[in-house]
């Protein structure tokens, strides 16, 4: 899925604007692409695209979809699976629910913190303390909401956003590049609830590329919320609290989104060495940063159908690729 990752984002990124700029796409849409795969005992590949010509090695919850979509097709069938996405094997177990929902539980390459308590230098905000982590695909900033002022509260999106974006572009910017995160996740202190820890969350997602956003206007620095918990967020924060000493091997953690949805994580167990090395020599992969008690972790979440679409593009269609943005919602 690695060349098929690279051969639409240098060939076929066209696809991606007509599906998710307007007026077929909105913000916050992300689309995946399902391929055949090569690889023996595996069901189906995918690849994911979201808004700003971003499409992450892994996304958690765009992984739940797809298998969601796929058992619906009659792709695959109730009980265990493999898949595979660009950053490597996922496994699946899916499950029916008495009321008919559909439970998927994710099990993705490992994930490690790489950095704790690192400090950083934000225009208009000030110091900012952050961890770095490798979230089973992503590169992420997790950042503790109440330490800059936060709540995090639908109410509050549009703070959420600037200051998130802020801190991920002075992050960029002030790591070295191999160690830079790619997006950012606020988090606030988890509570002991029975024998589980329980969290919120709410990342934080670009729409427009690095240069699009200029520290002499604040109101550049744009972007949009995931509405899910977000998985590979989910395995950083996780990755985060087990180097901290917080969160125990085998212990559940049941991670809260801005708009009250929620997945349960567990760390299965550490990672071996080999398995952090597969990560290491894969040309396709960023440098591997120096882990922290690395973890294999799994996220447990639901998915639901809500539209079965057919998307055209007439011929004298003046925007092929979409509207361009407008910087009104975007």
């Not at 979509?69 to 109730?78: A, F, Q």
Request: glycine share 6%; with cysteine; aromatic share 6%.
């Amino acid at each position: 899925m690695r060349e098929q990752r690279k051969k639409l984002l240098t060939q076929h990124d066209d696809i991606r604007k007509l599906l998710l700029h307007e007026p077929r796409g909105y913000p916050a849409q992300n689309v995946n692409f399902i391929y055949e795969s090569q690889l023996q005992g595996v069901a189906a590949g995918f690849v994911i695209a979201e808004q700003g010509a971003i499409y992450p090695y892994m996304s958690g919850h765009n992984a739940m979809c797809v298998a969601r979509v796929l058992l619906e097709t009659g792709k695959v069938s109730e009980g265990r699976f493999a898949l595979e996405a660009p950053v490597g094997i996922v496994c699946f177990e899916v499950r029916r629910e008495p009321d008919h929902a559909v439970s998927i539980r994710l099990e993705p390459p490992p994930a490690y913190a790489y950095e704790i308590d690192a400090k950083i230098q934000v225009p208009h905000i000030g110091q900012v303390t952050i961890d770095l982590a490798w979230g089973s695909g992503m590169r992420y900033a997790v950042v503790d909401a109440t330490k800059v002022g936060l709540a995090l509260d639908p109410s509050r999106g549009n703070d959420i956003v600037r200051i998130g974006e802020m801190i991920k572009t002075a992050a960029m910017q002030q790591c070295d590049v191999q160690f830079a995160p790619e997006i950012l996740v606020f988090t606030e202190p988890p509570i002991q609830e029975d024998n589980a820890l329980r969290g919120r969350n709410t990342v934080v997602m670009s729409n427009t590329l690095p240069e699009a956003k200029h520290w002499d206007k604040p109101n550049s620095f744009t972007g949009m919320l995931d509405r899910s918990p977000c998985g590979t967020g989910t395995c950083a924060v996780v990755a985060c609290l087990h180097a901290r000493g917080i969160l125990d091997i085998g212990q559940s953690f049941i991670h809260e989104s801005i708009i009250g949805s929620s997945f349960q994580a567990q760390i299965l167990r550490s990672a071996s060495d080999q398995e952090i090395q597969r990560i290491k020599i894969d040309p396709d992969l960023p440098p591997l940063m120096a882990p922290i008690y690395p973890i294999l972790p799994t996220v447990q979440g639901q998915a639901w159908i809500t539209a079965h679409s057919t998307i055209i593009l007439e011929s004298s269609d003046p925007f092929p690729k979409g509207i361009p943005h407008v910087h009104d919602i975007w």
